[in-house]
């Protein structure tokens, strides 16, 4: 049935998805892993100093959740980043100081800075949850920043140093080129539209519509074309395409979800959905196993064709089953607006009556062929004739 020239094209298939879990590499935004579940909706790569700024702005609370990442020159240096209120350089600014303390932890100080002088002490803005990290030649800096109510676009300035003084100040920044540039302006709400929180929320809506319409839908859908098409003799071989397309492209669409689950992953570093993620790869590796035993099925009648059809309905409905948990474990992360849910119960509660009536259908058809079959002389072979619902 599985002609040659159809398994070449569910090759091509096959190696075409790959190419496209391959381009679909992550994102260049969320660059670090941020340690404590500290997740920022946006980031941006700043211009100068090797250095990224990843933030979220709660606007109701017009607080600012910041993480500043920056090589300083030497681990015994400081990494910076303020706000400046009143102008768009150094003076003036509201900075966060962050080096290794006499105790040889990290820490972050707040500073005043006017003109080249540095204050030690309170800043404009009420800080909270302050703290910085060292590893592998980079520091970072973190904090919640109280700003005025519709302050939503800051002059911000950020700099590093080689060392810090015996008295606990950050000693002056080198004058190269580089150290002079780095100020720029934020917008807290545009830039974040712009950057990864527009951009997050639609990847994990596409990622949530391609995953449950292909796990959650389309490969319940084809395992039903199998199971009781196949009991209406003339739906023969007509359900095994069916059954088959279904299956690709279930399969097919749900390699493109489980890509941009990948991709969701790997932006949000730090915060992990052990579940949902777990059960992806199950689902992931026990489809494509499924998918390239196909290529190993035995012939109809050879002996080893009963084992592997056990096999395929085991594999397949653990698929099946993974999958509609995983509709619901992401539904979870997401979540999603209930209209989703109860739309995603619906279709399965259709699917699910459709399976039930059907399953009554094939055992009424599979029962009046055995007592039509057994009223005859010579009721045929070992099978007595009759289809059972599990024979493929
Ligand atoms: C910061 O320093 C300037 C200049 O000395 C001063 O006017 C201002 O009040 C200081 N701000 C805070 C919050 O201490």
């Known amino acids: 049935m599985a002609a040659p020239r159809f398994r070449l094209v569910l090759l091509l298939f096959l190696l075409s998805n790959v190419a496209y879990v391959a381009v679909a590499a992550p994102g260049s935004c969320s660059l670090e892993p941020f340690s404590s579940n500290r997740v920022y909706y946006s ?9 990224s700024l990843s933030w979220s702005y709660d606007s109701a609370a017009s607080t600012l959740s910041i993480a500043f990442v920056a090589p300083p020159p030497k681990a ?3 990494v910076a980043w303020a706000i400046n209120p009143t102008g768009d350089g150094m003076d003036g600014s509201q900075a966060l100081v962050a080096f290794h303390q006499p ?4 820490g972050v100080q707040t500073f005043n800075i006017s003109g080249t002088t540095l204050t030690k002490g309170p800043i404009k803005f009420e800080t909270s949850d302050l703290a910085a990290e ?18 939503t676009v800051v002059n911000h300035v950020w700099q590093v140093g080689s060392s810090v003084g015996n008295d606990g100040y950050p000693l002056p920044h080198e004058m190269k080129e580089e150290n002079l540039q780095p100020k720029g302006k934020l917008d807290l709400i545009q830039g974040a539209m ?30 039903i074309f199998a199971r009781y098409l196949k009991t209406f003799k003339s739906a023969d071989p007509a359900w095994f395409y069916l059954h088959v397309t279904c299956q690709i492209i279930g399969y097919g669409v749900g390699v493109g979800g489980w890509a941009t689950g990948l991709k969701l992953g790997s932006k949000s570093k730090g915060i992990e959905y052990t579940t949902h993620r777990d059960i992806g790869i199950a689902l992931f590796s026990l489809a494509t196993l499924q998918v390239f035993a ?8 050879h002996k080893y064709r009963f084992y592997w059809n056990i096999y395929h309905h085991l594999v397949g409905y653990t698929v099946i089953i993974l ?8 539904l979870k992360v997401l979540s999603a607006d209930h209209k989703w849910t109860v739309g995603y119960i619906a279709t399965i509660c259709i699917l699910g009556g459709v399976a ?8 009424f058809i599979v029962l009046k062929r055995k007592s039509d079959n057994s009223t005859k002389p010579y009721g045929g072979s070992s099978s007595n004739g009759v289809q059972h619902p599990l024979s493929v």
């Open 294 to 301: 196909l290529f190993l099925r035995p012939n109809k009648d």
């Open 323 to 330: 999958g509609i948990v995983n509709v619901f474990e992401g």
């Open 356 to 363: 039930l009536f059907l399953e009554v259908v094939t055992w």
């Open 76 to 78: 015994e240096g400081w």
């Open 103 to 106: 105790d040889g932890s990290m």
């Open 194 to 223: 712009s950057l990864s929180q527009g951009s997050t929320t639609r990847n994990k809506n596409v990622h949530g519509v391609l995953n449950a319409v292909s796990w959650g839908i389309l490969l319940p859908l084809g395992a």
């Open 43 to 51: 980031c941006s790569i700043l211009s100068y100093l090797s250095s």
């Open 134 to 151: 060292y590893s592998d030649g980079v520091m970072r800096i973190f904090g919640k920043i109280k700003l005025p109510a519709g302050m």
